[in-house]
């Protein structure tokens, strides 16, 4: 399973973005799909994330409200709208895959994805 993230870029606060994470080798549907950030110095923060199978997402409490994740199984992709953002949303975002649906205790940890996309860079300005 390789992922490709996509759709990083500059944005002013209140602006939005739709990330695209690609899914090449997708065989196993019954699967989680993951949205992460990162900023220098700080640990990768969870963000969102998918069952693909049955479409439940669920979301940080820092971004509930103003991002939504989807997906298109036709395109093997999983997309992160973000609307209304903030300078505190600057950051890497990574999308991630397991095989499996997990839990939500679960989803929130990064270790529980086996698969990472290379991440794409979100700069909100102030």
């Known amino acids: 399973v390789q992922l490709q993230a996509s759709g990083g870029g500059l944005v002013q606060a209140g602006g939005s973005l739709r990330l695209a994470c690609s899914v090449s080798?997708?065989?196993?549907?019954?699967?989680?799909m993951g949205w992460f950030r990162q900023t220098p110095g700080k640990e990768r923060e969870f963000v969102g994330r998918?069952?693909?199978?049955?479409?439940?997402?669920s979301y940080a409490d820092s971004v509930k409200g103003r991002f939504t994740i989807s997906r298109d199984g036709a395109k093997n992709t999983v997309y992160l709208q973000m609307d209304s953002l903030k300078p505190e949303d600057t950051a890497v975002y990574y999308c991630?895959?397991?095989?499996?649906?997990?839990?939500?205790?679960?989803?929130?940890?990064?270790?529980?994805?086996?698969?990472w996309g290379q991440g794409t860079l979100v700069t909100v300005s102030s």
């Open positions: 080798e997708l065989t196993d549907k019954n699967r989680s």
């Open positions: 998918i069952e693909w199978r049955t479409r439940y997402t």
């Open positions: 991630a895959t397991v095989a499996r649906p997990i839990a939500m205790g679960s989803s929130v940890r990064s270790s529980a994805y086996d698969y």
